[in-house]
């Protein structure tokens, strides 16, 4: 048995139960087996197998009382995966299907896009099985004062920066900055995704789908394609979605559907995104209401359906695991040529597989959606200097950041002799700095 099956086979022994987290180690690993041939000296140091260990592991009760007066328990998770390039970066999901084994598989991603981004920023992940839709603020506010209550003994600006992702946007890290500040009398910058009146970074919101956008337009080049023109699906409604469109639009694409959880809308002449906006981030109402006020477009229940629509590019924004394998021959079939992962680890094993078969532009999670925590570091270091960027100023050097990922990536498929595939390039390019990094530190 090789090493890397080896150390795979031990993961998925010791973290029964937890698929999500075994389906991103053998995802990473797998790609690894060409750099482990030409770099012996990282199986004597153990590198795998502690790559694979996260360095903390925190489960706690988050009690709360809801409007009725009523006691809710809920759980909450934070995963301190690895350190060795930096404090412990990764976003807070509060979701009904969170589990140890998801906030893993996030966590353990986490390391190698943060990595990706050039910046000096380790891997972790947090969250909770709250679930913030039909909730009031009050209900929210003392569900986050809750929370934090226990996070903040593990956190801080040198040792473990949160940030936002599915179910927290600006209202609970606002709810959760403020309990901080209460419980340490520390004004740091220890959560990311703040508001702008309180250490918050312009152009942070836009990030992940914006950055999204960039690093397809870079891949698109080297095929000779842009936006400009295009037909584009986009699944989801949320921050990384709603901006994504944003900026394909301002490339003059055309994006024809958006979804959420139960289903989707189709407009054939173009998604009017200042509804979309207005209903999720402000009335946070279904995407259904759409077509009532457009009523030429169509809304169709359940979510797979938005990829048997013919497209150029198509961006998977939603969540894990939604594009499976026949999603994925659908999209090739009707002439898509680009697919880039806005959400973590949106295509099953068997779609990744698809879409590398292809030979279609393929750009994986790990890079196509790490703007997000590229702004986030960005909004660490303004923070640290007490100093705020223009918005101008961030776009600009997020959009190299980006620039910079896709360049890395494609030169590591390059180098171990998988030349276009993105895919096991950003895991060789993002794990090669975090295993030289561990090299030079120790056993630790």
């Keep these: 048995m090789s090493y890397v099956q080896n150390v795979l086979e031990q993961a998925i022994k010791r973290n029964p139960g937890e698929v999500e987290f075994h389906q991103a180690v053998k995802e990473v690993l797998d790609s690894l087996?060409?750099?482990?041939?030409?770099?012996?000296?990282?199986?004597?140091?153990?590198?795998?197998?502690?790559?694979?260990?996260?360095?903390?592991?925190?489960?706690?009760?988050?009690?709360?009382?809801?409007?009725?007066?009523?006691?809710?328990?809920?759980?909450?998770?934070?995963?301190?995966?690895?350190?060795?390039?930096?404090?412990?970066?990764?976003?807070?999901?509060?979701?009904?299907?969170?589990?140890?084994?998801?906030?893993?598989?996030?966590?353990?991603?986490?390391?190698?896009?943060?990595?990706?981004?050039?910046?000096?920023?380790?891997?972790?992940k947090g969250g909770s099985d709250f679930d913030p839709k039909g909730k009031s603020d009050g209900e929210v506010m003392r569900f986050c004062q809750s929370f934090m209550n226990e996070l903040y003994r593990y956190i801080g600006a040198d040792t473990d920066v949160p940030a936002g992702d599915i179910g927290v946007g600006g209202r609970e890290v606002g709810y959760m900055?403020?309990?901080?500040?209460?419980?340490?009398?520390?004004?740091?910058?220890?959560?990311?995704?703040?508001?702008?009146?309180?250490?918050?970074?312009?152009?942070?919101?836009?990030?992940?789908?914006?950055?999204?956008?960039?690093?397809?337009?870079?891949?698109?080049?080297t095929k000779g394609k842009s936006f400009d023109g295009a037909t584009v699906v986009i699944s989801g409604s949320g921050n990384v979605a709603i901006y994504a469109t944003q900026k394909a639009q301002q490339l003059d694409a055309k994006v024809v559907a958006l979804s959420d959880s139960n289903g989707f809308v189709y407009d054939k002449d173009g998604i009017k995104l200042a509804t979309v906006k207005r209903l999720k981030e402000v009335e946070r109402k279904r995407i259904r209401e759409y077509v009532k006020e457009h009523p030429t477009a169509e809304y169709h229940e359940g979510c797979q359906g938005i990829w048997t629509i013919p497209c150029d590019i198509a961006l998977p924004c939603a969540t894990q695991n939604e594009l499976?394998?026949?999603?994925?021959?659908?999209?090739?079939?009707?002439?898509?040529?680009?697919v880039g992962e806005g959400a973590n680890m949106p295509s099953t094993p068997e779609a990744a597989n698809e879409l590398l078969a292809s030979k279609i532009i393929y750009v994986p999670a790990k890079a196509a959606n790490a703007g997000g925590v590229a702004c986030s570091a960005l909004e660490m270091s303004q923070n640290s200097m007490r100093y705020s960027w223009t918005f101008e100023e961030v776009d600009a050097k997020l959009k190299n950041i980006m620039i910079g990922i896709y360049n890395n990536i494609n030169a590591a498929a390059k180098e171990f002799g998988m030349e276009g595939n993105l895919v096991a390039g950003a895991n060789i390019a993002g794990f090669l700095k975090v295993a030289d990094t561990m090299m030079a530190q120790g056993i630790v």
């Excluded at 970074?201 to 397809?216: F, H, K, N, Q």
């Excluded at 499976?324 to 680009?338: H, I, Q, R, S, W």
Aim: proline share 5%; aromatic share 12%; charged share 20%.
């Design 33 to 124: 087996e060409p750099v482990l041939v030409q770099r012996p000296e990282y199986e004597k140091a153990g590198i795998l197998e502690r790559i694979v260990e996260p360095e903390r592991q925190i489960l706690f009760r988050v009690p709360w009382v809801d409007d009725q007066g009523n006691v809710q328990i809920n759980r909450g998770f934070r995963v301190q995966f690895n350190s060795a390039i930096g404090p412990y970066k990764g976003g807070i999901r509060f979701h009904p299907s969170v589990y140890l084994g998801i906030i893993k598989f996030l966590g353990f991603e986490q390391i190698f896009k943060n990595s990706l981004t050039g910046l000096p920023i380790g891997g972790g």
């Design 324 to 338: 499976d394998g026949e999603a994925a021959k659908t999209l090739v079939k009707n002439g898509c040529f680009a």
């Design 177 to 221: 900055f403020g309990q901080y500040k209460k419980l340490t009398s520390l004004y740091e910058g220890v959560l990311t995704g703040k508001g702008l009146t309180y250490g918050g970074s312009l152009a942070r919101t836009e990030a992940t789908g914006y950055g999204l956008v960039y690093i397809m337009e870079e891949a698109l080049k």
